[in-house]
């Protein structure tokens, strides 16, 4: 038992000899690296982000359609303050109130709540002039304090720079132009957009760190700016043809547009109403089409219809926003964003009977949920999800960054931020894709026809009418003018579709007013 504990102490003892060698060893070989980390972690440690300029879009002649202006955030520093407040706070904010005018009260306020900070963005993207005047300033007072002997200073103010997206002439060509928010990060629409890769650049960093002499050292890593964009526009000439576009849509040409386009509206409608409603009765509505009974009612249609809308848009509505939410509020690469967006938008102009075709290999036989309404609506998510992301995405861009910096300066969540603010400001896109589904949805025949069938039976119940074939209005409608030549029939289906888009759209557009007059 001795010899075994002897043992024992003696294994442990050459371990932790061993590890005292190891220690000395990594001590010794990377004594400086260790030496730069400790360092680098005092209080003295300094690091700055050096922003990235935007790159310019000009036209053929050179002339700027979109630059970017340097400006600069005030920034406070209320640890070098309040290393000598009794002579460094008073003239300090006295001299903020002077050049700038801000109220003495909010100054004291950002000091006195971050009395140990070293970094409170106090202002942001005031210009050159007004930097040169504050520094001015500072330097006056300095001055006459130094000549007086006295140890009063204006201390703890700083400019940190930054750069603000301008276009010179205002909206000319602001279709082709697009434009950039999220400071320079992201652009949207036209140039901006599409050649927004090669626009943006590389924040540098600036990085201090205390040497072994206690000496503060600079490494400096320079911003890759990013490149300009030369467009094929003339800008004079562009700004004449829009001024000659203006006027003539000022005057006579928006009359004259709205006209047409009401004409227009008023025609189909007119003619489906008149041509379909006459053939509109009671038995029309609430029976099934029977040859014993003489009836051609549509009752199953309308119901199928109703199954349908209700199933598709349950699910591509959370799935739609949801994707959006991502791309916009949390996606960070960029590429993988484009790619996605391409997808998106080639999957949008994909022609409907090509979905059906696909709903019917993969739903209809490869899931074996056969010709059902299950499969038509499966395959109406697909064909309605680009249409959803893309209307949802573009209304979020449109909230502004502001209220989302606000909120994070408030303390508020990621999440908290989305469902509160972001949302809510989005909710008129939102609902604008919600109705485009609803039209596509209910419009739709093509796809529907391989995928849910074109039965005419009333189910017994909503499980079991989402497992059996059963035809649409739109379905139905097709089939009666063109298989069965039965056009008054059909022109009365076209009238109960007219009228149910236009009842789902005002039932979405009071669910939106609703929820507006809740925030």
């Avoid at 449109?398 to 509160?420: C, D, F, M, N, S």
């Avoid at 039209?439 to 039976?457: M, N």
């Avoid at 499980?463 to 074939?469: G, M, P």
């Amino acid at each position: 038992m001795q010899e075994k504990l002897a043992v024992t102490v003696l294994v442990i003892t050459l371990a932790l000899f061993g590890l005292a060698v190891k220690l000395y060893m990594l001590v010794d070989e990377k004594n400086e690296e260790y030496t730069e980390i400790v360092l680098n972690q005092q209080s003295s440690y300094n690091s700055r982000t050096l922003p990235y300029r935007r790159g310019d879009i000009v036209d053929r002649n050179g002339t700027y359609l979109a630059t970017s202006e340097k400006v600069y955030n005030l920034i406070l520093d209320p640890n070098q303050i309040n290393k000598d407040s009794a002579n460094y706070l008073e003239t300090t904010v006295t001299a903020l109130v002077d050049v700038f005018g801000y109220d003495r009260e909010e100054i004291l306020s950002a000091i006195n709540e971050n009395p140990s900070s070293y970094y409170v963005k106090f202002r942001r993207q005031l210009s050159a002039e007004e930097k040169e005047a504050f520094e001015a300033k500072a330097k006056e007072v300095n001055k006459q304090y130094i000549d007086s002997g006295s140890r009063k200073r204006v201390q703890g103010v700083w400019f940190e720079d930054e750069y603000k997206r301008v276009y010179p002439y205002g909206s000319v060509a602001c279709n082709v132009v697009g434009f950039s928010f999220d400071n320079g990060k992201q652009g949207s629409g036209g140039i901006e957009q599409f050649y927004n890769d090669q626009l943006i650049g590389t924040n540098g960093r600036e990085y201090g760190y205390l040497d072994a002499e206690s000496n503060m050292e600079k490494v400096i890593k320079s911003a890759e700016n990013g490149n300009t964009i030369v467009s094929t526009i003339d800008t004079n000439i562009q700004k004449i043809v829009e001024k000659y576009i203006d006027e003539w849509m000022n005057g006579i040409g928006s009359k004259t547009a709205a006209v047409l386009v009401m004409t227009l509206v008023a025609g189909i409608i007119g003619m489906v109403l008149v041509r379909g409603v006459p053939h509109i009765s009671w038995n029309f509505l609430t029976t099934t089409a029977s040859v014993l009974k003489g009836t051609d009612g549509i009752l199953p249609a309308i119901l199928n219809t109703l199954y349908v809308i209700l199933l598709t848009l349950l699910i591509v509505l959370p799935l739609g926003v949801g994707a959006a939410v991502y791309l916009t509020e949390y996606a960070s690469n960029r590429r993988l964003i484009e790619v996605i967006e391409f997808t998106n938008e080639t999957l949008a102009g994909i022609p409907s009977i090509l979905y059906g075709l696909v709903g019917m290999l993969v739903f209809s036989q490869a899931l074996g949920f056969q010709t059902c309404l299950l499969s038509g609506s499966l395959t109406l998510v697909v064909m309605n999800l680009p249409t959803i992301i893309r209307t949802t995405q573009e209304s979020l861009k449109t909230v502004p960054q502001g209220y989302r910096e606000g909120a994070l300066g408030l303390g508020a969540g990621k999440w908290h931020i989305i469902h509160t603010i972001v949302l809510p400001c989005s909710m008129d896109g939102i609902v604008t894709g919600c109705i485009l589904a609803v039209g596509r949805i209910v419009g739709e025949s093509a796809a529907l026809l391989f995928t849910a069938g074109a039965a005419e039976v009333i189910a017994k119940g909503v499980v079991k009418a989402y497992t059996s074939n059963g035809a649409t209005l739109s379905v139905l409608l097709y089939l009666r003018a063109f298989e069965d030549g039965d056009f008054a029939s059909a022109w009365a289906i076209g009238a109960v579709l007219l009228v149910l888009v236009l009842v789902i759209n005002l039932a979405a557009r009071l669910a939106k007013a609703k929820l507006k007059q809740k925030q």
